[in-house]
């Protein structure tokens, strides 16, 4: 897990700046070439399921001969893991090279800004996603990848990756309160932004439900004469569920079986069947059934309802880093593993929605372990066990991701042991579990 040339780099810029200087990024492209606009792109935006989505379609263009690219994040236990070709993850020499490429311009872009009195003192001239969004683009370029998957890092309207021009289509996963600070302070407000990405006659397909948020991006579609496809209109039966995966039927008949558990990926599951459909019409890829049905089963996300041992005890990683993927993870729990006793391992950065979390949390554990990652923004286990008090849920505490996997694995009482709330966990417990025997496989 250790940091590449290109990690250092990119770690130096700022982390955020304001959502409507995107234009920092369009100048930096520029000088790089604009290699994104000889791409062709599903982009992906949504506070919940952008990940597993990204993967369905990925997966399903892969079976269906593309030369797809994959960009997402964050990553789970490797940088590298963010960039994506036919299955191969890019290598830290490319990385390298490319974020080197990369500082050049941010460097002579930040002179520019500077003689224009546009830079603060100690500010940097791009962000961190500006420069490994721009790295992205310009591997996928290199390699000749289409089309490329192309998942939104946060928001959409100011997001690094919102510079392409017409994408193929545009997804919008859920709506929630996360990133309030940034995103907007109602459901409205946060559609607003994640609507940004859709362009003039593009295909829109929505798995939104919330009739708020789903107006706003309705509207939005309509403004720019783009077709609007509701996914939570369309009625799915799930057939089968286990920690194999699961088994659905779409109106029409047609079955379908993904590897990923859980309803909510059904939902994810049906929205990327949906893009793939979307773009079969247009002409923009071809997918048949086969390709659609390979690619759906051969998904796996790490770290979202991730099965790892399937008994004595089952072993389950899912982040669940916000109240509408907490809920998400409490409702698999209860259809998944009902009647059997459930011991959650939780750490959670401090500028998330905690309380919203550990309430979703405290309905499907029978016990906890409170933990911290290695991230300085992690909150204290002791003020993580204090707050899940007040929902009636109690457990120990430990000092660490490893402290807590071993706590977790000595525990008796218990038949599944669940590590969700921060990604940031996931990473380092995917680690921790490798190094014990229990992932074996590589991506």
Sequence with gaps: MGNTKAENIIHSMDKFRDPENLSRMRRLMEKLGNPQ?????????????????????????????????????????????????????????????????VMKAAEVLGREL??????????????????????AFLYFNEIKANPVVLEVGL?????STNVIRNPLACVITTIGMDHTDRLGNTLGEIAGEKSGIIKAGCTVIS?????????????????????????????????????????????????YRIRMAGDHQVRN???????????????????????????????????????????????????????????????????LFGGKRALIVTAMMKDKDIDGILSAFARAADGFIFTRTEDPRSEEPVTLAERAAAFGAGGETAGSAEE?????????????????GSLYLIGEVRHILREKGFLEEER
């Design 155 to 159: 928001g959409g309207r100011g997001d």
């Design 37 to 101: 606009d000889n791409l062709r792109f599903v982009h992906i935006a949504g506070t919940n399921g952008k990940g597993s989505v990204s993967r369905f379609i990925y997966e399903i263009l892969e079976a269906s001969g593309y030369k797809t690219g994959i960009f997402t994040s964050p990553y789970i236990e490797r940088f590298n893991e963010r960039i994506e070709v036919d299955h191969n993850l890019i290598s830290d020499s490319d990385l390298n090279r490319l974020t080197d490429k």
């Design 207 to 255: 798995a939104v439900t919330g009739e708020e948020a789903k107006s706003v991006i309705m509207d939005k579609a309509l403004e720019l004469s783009a077709e609007f496809i509701d996914v939570s209109e369309i009625k799915t039966q799930i057939t089968e569920r286990s920690l194999a995966g699961t088994e659905f039927t779409v109106s029409g008949g047609k079955s």
């Design 114 to 135: 500077e003689e224009a009195g546009k830079l603060e003192p100690g500010e940097t001239p791009v962000t961190e996603f500006d420069m490994i969004t721009a790295a």
């Design 404 to 420: 807590a996997v071993n706590k977790a694995l000595e525990a008796a009482d218990f038949d599944v042991i669940i590590f969700a």
């Design 269 to 335: 599951a049906l929205t990327a069947l949906s893009a793939v459909e979307a773009m079969n019409r247009t002409g923009a890829v071809k997918a048949d059934e086969a390709a659609v049905r390979k690619g759906l089963a051969a998904a796996v996300q790490p770290g979202r309802m991730e099965v790892i041992r399937r008994e004595g005890p089952v072993i389950v990683l899912d982040g669940a880093h916000n109240p509408e993927g907490a809920e998400a993870l409490a409702k698999a729990c209860g259809e």
